[in-house]
Every structure is written in C-alpha cells, then in structure tokens.
C-alpha cells in the first residue's frame, strides 16, 4: 500500500536549502514529490531574492491539480482565514484523497485535523529517518545542525531527540 502525501513549503524548503530533498524521496519511496500550485507559487517568491534552493524542489516534485470537490473545500479554508492559500490547497488535497499532511505549521496542522487529515509534523519525520533507517544518528544529527544553520532557527526538540 502506498501512503500518498504533501509536504509543506517550510518543510521542503528546510531539505531543499540542505540539498537533502532526495532524502525525502527515499523516506517517502517516491520518485517526485506531489506539490500543490500554492506550494508551487510560495517556492518561487525565494527565487526573487536570489536564492536557488527552489529548483530542488522543483527538480523533484510534479505539481497536482485540484478537484472541483478539492476547490470547493479550498474555497471554505480561505474563506475562514485561518490557513495560507498553500495550506488551504494541501488540507483540501489531503482530506479528499485521504493523503497524510506533513507541516511544521501548528495552526494548519490544527485546522487540518478537524477536517479529518492526518498530520505529521518535522519531529516526527525525523523520527521516521530514524527508525526507518533512512539515516544514522549521526547523519540526522549534522543533517538537523546544518537545517538549523541555514534557517537560523532551532528546533526545539533538537537535544532531548538525541538524548540517551
């Protein structure tokens, strides 16, 4: 059985400025990444400013259209104004097709979830590299360091995750 998915921009981005997008490839066992026209469009507003990260994405993902069913339940997301225009497609996506949302986004996540979507969130997808054995501990602990670098952040989960 094959779990289909989206994974948000943030998500993607964090993997693409890591050049680590083949990395969900294979957690995923996908070929191509499955993105919505919004996730499409967030990914391009970086390529103004110079960066060229999105072209990892791009390189890796087909972009999926939206059923009429999807467009109407998109529609009613926006129309709340809870959510991103992106996150609004993902969550329409994923609730009609009954694919998984992979967010870093609590509120989307939340939203997501009263309209009976599963949710994982970047902890456990890095749980998922590990126990699925898609990485070492050590690969996964540089790989979550040079993530944190570039997107000058922190996760917080980040010591108690290695902890013995």
């Given at each position: 059985?094959?779990?289909?998915?989206?994974?948000?921009?943030?998500?993607?981005?964090?993997?693409?400025?890591?050049e680590?997008?083949?990395?969900?490839?294979?957690?995923?066992?996908?070929?191509?990444?499955?993105?919505?026209?919004?996730?499409?469009?967030?990914?391009?507003?970086?390529?103004?400013?110079?960066y060229?990260?999105?072209?990892?994405?791009?390189?890796?993902?087909?972009?999926?259209?939206?059923?009429?069913?999807?467009?109407?339940?998109?529609?009613?997301?926006?129309?709340?104004?809870?959510?991103?225009?992106?996150?609004?497609?993902?969550?329409?996506?994923?609730?009609?097709?009954?694919?998984?949302?992979?967010?870093?986004?609590?509120?989307?996540?939340?939203?997501?979830?009263?309209?009976?979507?599963?949710?994982?969130?970047?902890?456990?997808?890095?749980?998922?590299?590990?126990?699925?054995?898609?990485?070492?501990?050590d690969?996964?602990?540089k790989?979550?360091?040079?993530?944190?670098?570039?997107?000058?952040t922190?996760?917080?989960?980040?010591?108690?995750?290695?902890?013995?």
């Amino acid at each position: 059985m094959t779990i289909s998915f989206l994974v948000d921009t943030d998500i993607l981005s964090l993997f693409a400025k890591t050049e680590a997008i083949q990395i969900l490839l294979r957690l995923f066992g996908a070929e191509r990444l499955p993105i919505t026209p919004g996730v499409f469009s967030e990914l391009l507003a970086p390529l103004d400013y110079g960066y060229d990260f999105p072209h990892q994405v791009f390189a890796n993902s087909t972009v999926v259209s939206l059923s009429s069913t999807e467009l109407e339940l998109y529609a009613q997301l926006r129309l709340e104004g809870n959510v991103s225009s992106a996150d609004a497609e993902q969550i329409a996506v994923c609730h009609t097709r009954a694919w998984v949302y992979v967010t870093m986004d609590r509120v989307a996540a939340r939203i997501a979830a009263s309209h009976q979507v599963h949710t994982v969130d970047l902890y456990a997808l890095f749980k998922a590299l590990r126990k699925g054995e898609v990485l070492t501990d050590d690969t996964l602990y540089k790989l979550i360091l040079r993530m944190e670098h570039l997107d000058r952040t922190k996760f917080p989960f980040r010591d108690e995750f290695f902890s013995p």
